[in-house]
């Protein structure tokens, strides 16, 4: 499947009459936490008000089924959507429109202090007109700001991002020798193989101002070189900026806004391929590799990142002679979600798609 398609959100059933009040009293039920809804038979529309409801068919009988996806605020609740009945989870925005919530595992969501970015299905039921309608929701967080497969366009040296935010982040440029390797790889085809002159840049962007908001950094690494100060990423120049190294072949080192940054005992083979995921959760911070929490929580409640130039993979922006000798896969930036925090995690398997 070629990158691009993978950013395409489809309907999943057809549908025929419109419903405009059913429509409208769903919309404006879920407005309030910050849902960008897309409509039926491949018609996107934005929605940031209940006014916007002319893309929106629904099925005359049965369940519409469509997608949609956070655009962001994920920390807000499910009583943000309107009355959530205490040990239901159950929303009643007026009397005739309920919507009820479902997690990852399929269950249905009974804790009104739930965060949004746990929702994984959306369903509305309403009457109109002495008419019931039932819509399901598919939802995406649209947390991805920015994600790397890394296979190269058709597996050539070009590289491009496959976030919604595609258009922000292209092109990905190259400088120096980083290539695309379709012998050495984690998954998907191919990877970038760095080797330890060249690195990728990406333009800066409001998305990299991560702010006080949760947020997961994560890529699979496998390091060829342990020499000090072997960066994996930056995002901004130091001091405004999130670095993360290989301070010595026992060392990891996170920098977040200057400062003597955090450091965690991490001591990966030379050949081996590692899952490494930065994860900020509140005020606290952990350190993941292979699923496991590497270190103790740090404590970054004074951390407001706002970063000051481009992202660089492979590579420091500061000190563009600290650069990575090796391979890196599947490079994903999600803001506005924490996307582990317990361990050990079953780290992912597959390439990702742009949720």
């Given at each position: 499947m070629?990158?691009?398609?993978?950013?395409?959100?489809?309907?999943?059933?057809?549908?025929?009459?419109?419903?405009?009040?059913?429509?409208?009293?769903?919309?404006?039920?879920?407005?309030?936490?910050?849902?960008?809804?897309?409509?039926?038979l491949e018609?996107?529309?934005?929605?940031?008000t209940g006014s916007s409801?002319?893309?929106?068919?629904?099925?005359?009988s049965g369940m519409e089924k469509t997608l949609q996806y956070f655009k962001d605020n994920f920390d807000k609740k499910l009583s943000d959507a309107g009355s959530c009945a205490a040990g239901t989870g159950?929303?009643?925005?007026?009397?005739?429109?309920?919507?009820?919530?479902?997690?990852?595992?399929?269950t249905y969501i009974t804790d009104c202090e739930e965060l949004i970015s746990n929702v994984n299905i959306i369903k509305s039921i309403g009457t109109t007109k002495q008419e019931t309608?039932?819509?399901?929701?598919?939802?995406?967080?649209?947390?991805?700001?920015?994600?790397?497969?890394?296979?190269?366009?058709?597996?050539?040296?070009?590289?491009?991002?496959?976030?919604?935010y595609y258009e922000k982040n292209d092109p990905i440029e190259i400088n120096g020798d980083v290539s695309v390797s379709t012998d050495i790889l984690r998954f998907g085809g191919g990877s970038a193989e760095f080797d330890g002159t060249g690195y990728l840049s990406i333009p800066d962007s409001?998305?990299?101002?991560?702010?006080?908001?949760?947020?997961?950094?994560?890529?699979?690494?496998?390091?060829?070189?342990?020499?000090?100060?072997?960066?994996?990423?930056?995002?901004?120049?130091?001091?405004?900026?999130?670095?993360?190294r290989q301070d010595s072949a026992n060392t990891l080192g996170v920098y977040i806004m200057g400062?003597?940054?955090?450091?965690?005992s991490f001591a990966p083979s030379i050949g081996d391929w590692y899952h490494i995921a930065i994860v900020r959760k509140n005020d606290d911070l952990r350190v993941f590799v292979n699923?496991?929490?590497?270190?103790?929580?740090?404590?970054?409640?004074?951390?407001n990142i706002q970063v000051s130039d481009e992202m660089r993979v492979g590579s420091s922006v500061y000190a563009s002679g600290q650069v990575f000798y090796g391979y890196i896969d599947e490079l994903r930036i999600s803001k506005g979600v924490a996307r582990w925090w317990d361990s050990p995690f079953d780290y992912p398997t597959a390439e990702y798609w742009p949720d």
């Open positions: 070629n990158q691009k398609e993978n950013k395409k959100i489809i309907i999943f059933q057809r549908g025929s009459v419109a419903a405009f009040a059913l429509i409208l009293m769903f919309i404006l039920a879920v407005a309030t936490i910050g849902i960008i809804t897309t409509a039926s018609r996107k529309s934005s929605i940031s409801t002319t893309a929106f068919q629904v099925a005359e159950i929303v009643t925005y007026d009397p005739y429109t309920t919507i009820r919530f479902r997690s990852n595992d399929e309608r039932v819509i399901e929701e598919v939802v995406f967080l649209a947390a991805s700001k920015l994600l790397l497969h890394l296979n190269g366009k058709n597996f050539d040296g070009d590289f491009e991002d496959s976030s919604y409001d998305d990299w101002d991560l702010g006080t908001k949760n947020f997961t950094l994560d890529w699979w690494a496998r390091p060829e070189s342990l020499t000090a100060n072997n960066t994996y990423l930056e995002i901004g120049s130091w001091p405004d900026s999130v670095l993360i400062g003597s940054g955090y450091t965690y699923g496991d929490q590497v270190g103790a929580d740090q404590d970054i409640s004074s951390k």
